[in-house]
């Protein structure tokens, strides 16, 4: 699902590539057999952070974009809510941080939930504010794996 208001510009023929190379690798990669970390896809232009964790305690995350890549969030194990909506709606809580490609903004906005299952996938654009809500399912830690790839605009 590709969620994105009109007046946004149409995705260009090699970011449309890079996206589709993106989700190859996600459908065709046997993820337990990888370990935690980052994985080249395409050196820095597509690459891949694998990750896992326990949420023993609510996760109620800042809500981020990105300007120099699009983030495809995968969920390989567990269950992940990722609250999305539009970065201009939103007012900076900080600068741009440019090392690390993220900007941080202050949750005054509605938002929508996008709940992430085995196998599902969301494609997030610069103008995707996101930020991530994960709660324990039980009194006993809930257990989240996900990768999420990174694709340079």
């Known amino acids: 699902m590709i ?63 990105h300007r120099a890549y699009i983030d495809v969030q995968y969920v390989i194990d567990g269950r992940l809510d990722l609250c999305v909506t539009p970065a201009n709606q939103l007012q900076a809580d900080g600068s741009y941080d440019e090392e690390n490609d993220v900007i941080f903004y202050k949750r005054d906005a509605a938002e929508t939930i996008l709940r992430l299952t085995p196998g599902n996938m969301a494609i997030l654009f610069p103008q995707d504010a996101h930020r991530m809500v994960c709660a324990p399912s039980t009194k006993e830690p809930t257990y989240i794996r996900k990768c999420v790839v990174k694709v340079r605009i």
């Open 3 to 65: 969620y994105q208001d009109q007046t946004y510009a149409p995705i260009s023929p090699a970011v449309a590539e890079r996206l589709e190379k993106a989700t190859q690798y996600l459908a065709k990669t046997d993820f337990s057999a990888l370990e935690d970390g980052a994985y080249e896809i395409d050196g820095k232009t597509i690459y891949v952070l694998l990750q896992s964790f326990h949420v023993e305690e609510g996760i109620d995350a800042a809500f981020e974009t």
